[in-house]
């Protein structure tokens, strides 16, 4: 599942069909790594999307694209716009089969002259990259690399433009020979697939394993164990479909296992050996890459612009970890309190025993059954007297203390429980409204910042909507996502009568399952739980605990957090979370 030279190569090929003599109307730059050229071609108009994203690097014709853009324009942005921004494409090609496409777009410069400028778009994981030239010269790139960081290739302004260096492998655009191919995996140490695209230029692991499966051979077999017959016929199937390549016969398409309903795959060939799987084909290949990497890439995005408030709730939930067992150890402690006054009281009774300047008496300890000897350790510098009240006043602490410390640790795991929510609620974002939700309430609640002339949402305002299910027996059951999401289901959606549920002691969703006066059979039962399991922090756990109880016994206490309730009268059930149900419910 990459994007490999073949999907670089038919990706070119529709690029340049599509948009080769258009016009960039506009420019702009909506993520530190990404830019979006406006193309108008034969009255058509065009968003390409040029990403370096470490993670999702990928260049497509957009047809669903709803970024905004930054209120002030990025200095790259600005620099396109200078140089590029009027001009028109007159070239869109692959560079030697690597996953690097180069756009030319020709535009007058300052002089009025038309000259030239080259955007490579160098797909390679976390070293893609984005890079405007003239004449080979940079004119700058999205990531400038200077030789602190790397002192192989360095990308800077007015520095001459060199390509990544080649890799050392077979370019089959430009054709092999039978005996080369043979030898070549036959020598390799290791699988045929991996031989496959390790050897041979933009191959990726998926349709190496493609050519073996249409060659009928196991892709975990050595070349060295194959006679020649069967490497002819591999070698048959590998000529046959880079003919086609070189033709720019494609055929667009996306793999889904439909069990959990996720992307598994997708190519620019027909990926037969996935057979087994749903495939939607297209003849866009730009499509393609949209489809698989819309929701990739903004789960991606939320986990960056997330991080530093995810660092910062993990350090305020490591600072309650600590507090916890401090306070856990001090309650331990508390609950020996009768112990010290024991010891004074047998001080005082024995205190014509002692003298001072003693370090230890042994006396009878009347208050065991067995009359046992116990050892009180005393202070030199006191007197007896002092020495058994300094036991009674410790006694004394400590049954205060626990009282005090009682409290403290019902605040702790409240304070805990609530910022692993949070975590939780994070994680299960599905948009930038419900990031939004959870930022406006962690700052309402001093977790966070206001940001410069903040506008706090009302409690009421609900900006998006919770996860609906139909359960096998066709109850609907509402699954929140988030704080807000929980306690408007809880609140406002939930009659009296409905169920509700909830992990047991862990973190959660809140779970609605919508019985309309009817009594909720086994089967809807154990589905609702499953879900609260699924969307909870056990979610790849076994035999997770679910509370459920009639939302009328559920209670939200004054001045209490977003999302947390208490309940009573409840039962436990207990299930084990599965994404291939969590689908089927989703779907009926």
Known sequence: MALDGLVIHSLAHELSTKLVGGKIDRIHQPENDEMVLYVRNNKENFKLVLSSSASNPRVYIA???KKENPIKAPMFCMLFRKYIQNGIITEISQIDFERIIKISVESFDELKEKTTKDIYVEIMGRHSNIILTQNNKIIDSIKRIPPSISRVRQLLPNMTYELPPAQDKINPIKGVSIKSFINTLREFDGPIFKGIYTKFLGISP???????????LNPNDKGEDKDRDELSILYRVFSDLFTKIKNNNFDPCIVIDENVDKVIDFSCINLTFLEENKFIKNESISQIIEDYYKTKDFKDRVHQRTSDLRKSISIKLDRLYHKQKKIEKELKDADNADEFKIKGEL?????????????????????DENYSKITIALKKNLTP??????????YNKLKTAKIELAAQITLCNEEIEYLENIMLGIENCENLEELADIKDELIRLGYAKAPFR??????????TKPNQFT?????TIFVGKNNKQNDYLTLRIADPEDLWMHTKNIPGSHVIIKCAGKEVPDSTLLEGA?????????????????????KKHVKKPSGSKPGMVIYETNSTIYVTPNEELVVKLKNN
Do not use: W
């Not at 998926?206 to 009928?216: D, M």
């Not at 903040?454 to 900006?463: E, F, N």
């Open 530 to 550: 499953m879900l609260a399991a699924y969307f909870s922090k056990a979610r790849m756990s076994s035999q997770v605990p679910v509370d459920y109880t009639m």
């Open 347 to 367: 001080l005082t009774s024995y205190i014509y025993m002692i003298e001072k300047g003693m370090e230890s008496v042994e006396v009878d300890n009347f208050y």
């Open 385 to 394: 007297s002092e020495n058994a009240q300094k036991y009674f006043k410790k």
């Open 471 to 475: 359960s096998s027996d066709g109850f």
């Open 63 to 65: 047809n669903d694209y």
């Open 454 to 463: 903040y506008k706090a949402k009302k409690d009421i305002d609900l900006t």
């Open 206 to 216: 998926s349709v190496a394993k493609e050519i073996c499966h249409r060659s009928n």
